[in-house]
């Protein structure tokens, strides 16, 4: 997926963004990792919001969106 997807997320929860690209969703881990020999990374936000995760993995905000995907 090239383009950012919007999730709500909640403060002080961890999340795990996706680094392989194989998770249904594209931006939060749900396994799809196992044998690619990739690990998702751990994070948190401050505020309970709308948020933009990256889906072409080419921010570099990840796991956030910066537009980096429109360059492509």
Same mark, same amino acid.
């Given at each position: 997926m #090239? /383009? !950012?997807v919007?999730? =709500?997320l909640e403060a002080n =929860? /961890? *999340?795990h963004f996706c680094t392989c690209g194989k998770s249904k969703d594209s931006v939060l @881990? $749900?396994?799809? +990792?196992?044998?690619t020999g990739k690990t !998702? /990374? &751990?994070f948190t936000v &401050?505020? /309970? $919001?709308e *948020? *933009?995760? @990256?889906g072409s993995k080419t921010s570099k905000n990840l796991p956030f969106c910066d537009g980096s +995907?429109? #360059?492509k």
């Open positions: #090239s /383009t !950012p919007k999730v =709500k =929860k /961890t *999340y @881990c $749900d396994g799809s +990792h196992q044998g !998702p /990374t &751990e &401050e505020k /309970t $919001d *948020y *933009y995760l @990256c +995907h429109s #360059s």
